[in-house]
């Protein structure tokens, strides 16, 4: 399923993002490309490099292992850093760095531009044999800034908070980009109709199955599959069952406090 709903909501399975690259080793599709936030799953065999050093100027990349593990280095240290399923990486400006796939098997991922900074035209262009200009640059000769400033969350248990069923871990907190983790053990089906104003609310469902409600109509989304809501669109989405669900949401920008909101509650 590849639903556009008339006001621009998606719900995008990995299996339908939009094909960059098709290769036996290396695999990459676009889900979504907003202004606000443009996110790619990727697959890469065993022994892959993914990216050489770089910073961006403007905007945040991010990284959110959904299996095997990956190895960045990062910050003008080039510090190592290894992180496996259900960890994420954050480098917010100025912060360099790179990865790829140093284990004996394959690696799958979320990578999350947020804003865009021109990397889905960049794709496209690499895709069709065209030079796109984008956010992108050689690290700076005294490095950048250090790797204090990127954000690591190596694993899928973190700090957060619990209420009825939910459990919640704050994996993000960045002017341009909150990104929560919900892991989801009973029937959630609680959470009103409402709207951002001020953001795009994206979703990823890792494990289990949600409803999830655009603009009225109701879809039954399952595991690996986005569902991307453009701001003023009102959308819902509920754990019906009664089985485990898991799922990320990510706020482009944090323009609703959502990171404030959730440290305030968990103290």
Not at 11 to 26: M, N
Not at 90 to 97: G, K, L, N, R, T
Not at 193 to 211: A, D, K, M, P
Request: charged share 20%; net charge negative; aromatic share 6%.
């Amino acid at each position: 399923m590849n639903a556009d709903v008339d006001t621009g909501g998606v719900i995008v399975p990995i299996t339908d993002g939009e094909a960059i690259l098709r290769g036996e080793k290396r695999e990459i599709s676009i889900l979504v490309a907003r202004e606000e936030v443009t996110i790619t799953h990727a697959r890469y065999s065993a022994g892959e490099q993914v990216a050489g050093p770089h910073v961006h100027y403007e905007h945040t990349d991010a990284f959110y292992v959904l299996e095997g593990e990956l190895t960045f280095e990062i910050g003008r240290e080039a510090e190592t850093i290894t992180v496996s399923s259900g960890g994420f990486v954050a480098a917010p400006p100025q912060v360099a760095h790179s990865f790829r796939n140093d284990s004996d098997r394959p690696a799958r991922w979320l990578t999350i531009h947020a804003h865009d900074g021109g990397f889905a035209a960049f794709m496209r262009g690499a895709r069709d044999g065209m030079e796109v200009q984008w956010d992108i640059s050689a690290v700076p000769a005294r490095g950048g800034l250090p790797a204090s400033e990127a954000i690591v969350s190596p694993d899928v248990d973190g700090a957060g908070w619990e209420s009825g069923h939910r459990l919640c871990s704050l994996k993000c907190a960045l002017p341009d980009l909150c990104v929560v983790e919900w892991h989801l053990r009973g029937p959630d089906p609680d959470l009103p109709l409402h709207h951002q104003g001020s953001q795009v609310n994206s979703f990823f469902v890792i494990e289990g199955e949600l409803e999830a409600t655009l603009a009225g109509t109701r879809h039954t989304v399952g595991p690996d599959t986005l569902i991307s809501v453009p701001r003023g669109v009102q959308h819902t989405l509920n754990h019906c069952g009664s089985g485990p669900a898991r799922m990320l949401s990510l706020h482009t920008p944090d323009g609703d406090g959502l990171a404030d909101y959730l440290r305030r509650v968990s103290e």
